[in-house]
Nanobody, 123 residues
Framework: QVQLVESGGGLVQPGGSLRLSCAAS????????MDWHRQAPGNERELVAR???????NYADSVKGRFTISKDKVKNTLYLQMKNLEPEDTAVYYC?????????????????WGQGTLVTVSS
């Protein structure tokens, strides 16, 4: 079982920066690919960024060049560094992770989701 807890959200002015963190905890698990998604009111949840088990990254066109996804494998923590924030970035941000357990014979076929953290970009 894996629990994901996001932190770092809050109110920031347009053009500002914010760093989100997602801490994974539990036992008998191995993390694999990890993602950041976001959902604004009235919108569908969208994939913002992904980092693979090997460290390769992918970004949505809307955040490319402004957001950076990274991870600390020792701390089991995922990060999203957000720069040049725009009002359109306002949303609840969720982290997710593919993971494996001994029950899955260490196949990364399970997924965990955090509860989300709210980012509001406004002057």
């Amino acid at each position: 079982q894996v629990q994901l807890v996001e932190s770092g959200g809050g109110l920031v002015q347009p053009g500002g920066s914010l760093r989100l963190s997602c801490a994974a905890s539990g036992s008998d698990f191995r993390l694999n690919n990890m993602d950041w998604h976001r959902q604004a009111p009235g919108n569908e949840r969208e994939l913002v960024a992904r980092i693979t088990n090997d460290g390769n990254t992918n970004y949505a066109d809307s955040v490319k060049g402004r957001f950076t996804i990274s991870k600390d494998k020792v701390k089991n923590t995922l990060y999203l560094q957000m720069k040049n924030l725009e009002p359109e970035d306002t949303a609840v941000y969720y982290c997710s992770a593919d993971f494996a357990t001994s029950a899955t014979k260490w196949r990364p076929i399970l997924r965990a989701w955090g509860q989300g953290t709210l980012v509001t970009v406004s002057s």
